[in-house]
């Protein structure tokens, strides 16, 4: 079996890619909005946390999420909040993949991908190319042609205080690193 090392970094500040079972595309859909907005909103109100940077995209959620002081429980938070969206969405009629005997035996649904991708942001340099990278990404994907135009992000409240440019993203004088895993 192989072990996974997580970091732990009490009190840090990460970027997380968390991935749909199969890639199966509906995260942007109405309804699984709905039920991931109440499980992160119930995750954090149970073990706090700050949500610095997100996107969303149909089979994908890039985020960046910074701990309180001495904390670095972020993984018993993406298990309550995959836990509490897998739940509602499929009592709202959400579709799953197809689940093999190793899931069905743990009684675990084919919602979401078991592992996600973390990393520790280690400066201000590295936050900010996440930031560009979460931001950039619906472009990157070819959903849009500008990070403005993707609903699902908070590159428009980064606009409103001042962070990105209204046209950022239009022309890069350097590409948005896509080394990150997805």
Not at 9 to 22: I, K, Q, R
């Amino acid at each position: 079996m192989v072990r996974y090392r997580r970091s732990i970094v009490p009190g840090g500040t990460f970027f997380f890619t968390v991935v749909t079972f199969d890639r199966m595309p509906f995260l942007t859909e109405p309804i699984a909005r709905q039920c991931l907005h109440a499980a992160w909103k119930q995750t954090t109100y149970a073990y706090p946390f700050k949500t610095d940077a997100v996107c969303l995209l149909p089979d994908h959620i890039h985020c960046i999420w910074t701990l309180p002081n001495g904390d670095s429980e972020f993984s018993i938070r993406w298990k309550m909040i995959k836990s509490l969206f897998t739940r509602s969405w499929l009592q709202n009629d959400g579709r799953e993949g197809h689940r093999n005997i190793v899931r069905k035996k743990h009684r675990e649904a084919a919602v979401w991908q078991r592992r996600y991708w973390e990393h520790v942001i280690q400066d201000d340099n590295d936050l900010s190319k996440h930031f560009d990278y979460i931001h950039y990404n619906p472009v990157k994907h070819g959903f849009v042609n500008h990070p403005a135009r993707w609903p699902w992000s908070t590159f428009h409240k980064y606009v409103r205080t001042g962070w990105y440019d209204p046209d950022w993203g239009d022309t890069l004088s350097e590409p948005v690193d896509g080394s990150y895993r997805e």
